[in-house]
């Protein structure tokens, strides 16, 4: 039962029912309207009841990677009824087919309390779309997310996650992902509209040979502000990381920190933080930071902010473009990340929100 | 018919004047070659046609199919009809060729013919001109051009660092652009092209050549005939040669 009016907001965040997905699970407010899994060997549960159904989750995976008193909203979360996914893979089950998770905020001034929990088995693999919203008559509210993700030995998950809230809404998602000896782990995170505040720093701790790609995109509108990040900490011999940010700022405000930190021989980390400022008003403030305790541990990152390069504009518009189509095509290509290992489909919603928020916005 | 008149020209960039008053004719389907030593002004003076905003026309006037367009934007002018080959044009990254290619051209079948001359296709999905050699970055520009397809193409040193072969396929662009094919007079499309090298004239037919020193233009002559003065002479002697002419020229 899916309230009409909202469809299209959620389409927006990539949650379409008109496309295949291997499961599906929506939340509107605090209530759950969809649980739903159509492959043998993924289990989707509302969190409340994968608690009384497995001991496990609830002994061992709920508030174990992130602690109760870690903050005010883990505080808050801790306090009220689980309303959540509880998402398991088999191990040895790999869905590339995309499982589809809608958050939607549709009274005025609530706020959402989420606590998700993610296992993948050995060798396992799944690709989440997380798509996160207001309905269409609703800008004012608070959404907190708890996310604790599990990746056995050799797993692979993809989780992106689409936010596209409204301008007085607080956003507070809190991650932590523990990945496997050898298991791969790739968020994507896309925001492209207006937003009063968010506030995110998803933490992964990589074990042997495992890996952790976080992609962000961030286009920070007038009177938005975004302190986001992610932070990889190479645990294991021979981990890696990668964490690649994009960020536009039109007038808003994005702090943006990243972090890798490794101590173990044969750990290799990367980032690339760019900012690109529009607006006269926004401020992108870039916080790439790497710590390193062993000498065979190869860490980088290269970081920048400046504005469109007034060459690159004046060589567009040579061939015929307009100033404004000029500028849409270099902020398109700007955001344009290339991520390895998500299914097609998934790389063709995070286009598409990009491409309509770029068209609208211009 | 003049296709573009300049009259008493001057540009600057920086605050520094660079064209120091040019006067400069070209009829239609003609193509004009410009000589000139390295800081003569002959990029500033290509910019200042297609309206680069980096260069201020500081007095003078630019005149296109008999419109004034000295104070319009670089937009407005490619939409009369003016494109620019640039001699170092930047990197864009994240934007493919393909994707702005079909910007300027929704013709598919117009973007598949110009990328089989030149032998394109596979640069399409690569942004553009990231990673190009210097030969790639030349026919990445006359590739764009010939999906354009300007009434007035501003070729500046069209063939630098393009090896003997990739030289042809531009040439075979280029003609084809310009309509080679056709008697002169029915031609519509006209070009000025910058060369350094003169390699390129072994195959696109100029009708005429500038020799540009100082922001100025000194003098015009027979294309093959100017090249190997310079050729064998070198630019100095050239300008005396050029400046006895022009006396001459009063005189009489």
Known sequence: ?362 | MELLEIKGLRASSGGREILKGIEFTLEEGRTAVIFGPNGSGKSTFLGSIVGLPKYDITKGNILFKGKDITGMSTYERTQLGIGLAFQYPPSIKGVRLRTLLDTMNPDKEAIEHACEILDMSPYLDRDVNVGFSGGERKKSEILQLMVQMPDLLLLDEPESGVDIENISLIADALKIILEKDKPIKKRKRSSIIITHTGFILDYIRADKAYVMMGGRILGYGSPSEIFEEIRTRGYKECQKCLEEAERENHAA
């Open chain 1, 1 to 362: 039962m899916q309230p009409k009016v909202d469809k299209d907001r959620l389409l927006d965040v990539g949650y379409d029912p008109g496309i295949a997905s291997c499961g599906r699970f929506l939340v509107l407010d605090h209530s759950i309207f969809e649980a739903s899994h159509r492959i043998k060997g993924l289990e989707v549960l509302p969190l409340a009841d994968a608690m009384d159904k497995y001991p496990h989750v609830r002994d061992n995976l709920v508030f174990r990677l992130i602690e109760k008193d870690r903050n005010e909203f883990t505080k808050t979360a801790s306090n009220l009824p689980l309303v959540g996914y509880y998402i398991k893979v088999e191990p040895g089950v790999k869905i590339d087919i995309p499982f589809q998770a809608g958050f939607l905020l549709e009274s005025a001034g609530a706020t959402q309390v989420i606590h998700n929990i993610i296992e993948l088995g050995e060798d396992s693999e799944a690709h989440i779309i997380n798509g996160c919203t207001t309905s269409q008559q609703t800008h004012k509210g608070r959404h907190i997310g708890i996310t604790e993700t599990y990746l056995g030995r050799d797993a692979i998950l993809g989780y992106t996650m689409i936010h596209n809230w409204a301008s007085d809404v607080d956003v507070y998602p809190v991650g932590a992902i523990l990945v496997g000896e050898n298991a791969r782990y790739i968020s994507n995170y896309v925001a492209m509209t207006s937003v009063k505040k968010t506030v995110s720093y998803p933490v992964a701790r990589v074990m042997a040979g495992g890996s952790a790609r976080f992609y962000s995109i961030i286009y920070s509108k007038k009177d938005s502000y975004f302190d986001m990040g992610s932070k990889a900490i190479l645990e294991g011999n021979s981990s890696s990381a990668e964490i690649i940010s994009r960020v536009v700022s039109d007038s808003g405000t994005v702090i943006s920190r990243q972090m890798i930190s490794g101590s173990s021989p044969g750990s290799l980390g990367h980032m690339e933080c760019s900012g690109l400022l529009l607006g006269k008003n926004g401020v992108i403030h870039s916080i790439p930071e790497l710590k390193g305790g062993h000498p065979d541990i190869n860490l980088s990152h290269e970081a920048s902010v400046g504005r469109i390069s007034k060459e690159e504009l004046s060589y567009l518009m040579t061939r015929g473009l307009t100033d404004d189509e000029a500028r849409s095509l270099i902020i398109r290509g700007f955001l344009d990340i290339k991520i390895k290992g998500i299914p097609d489909r998934i790389q063709q919603i995070i286009n598409e929100v990009i491409d309509r928020s770029i068209s609208g916005s211009m």
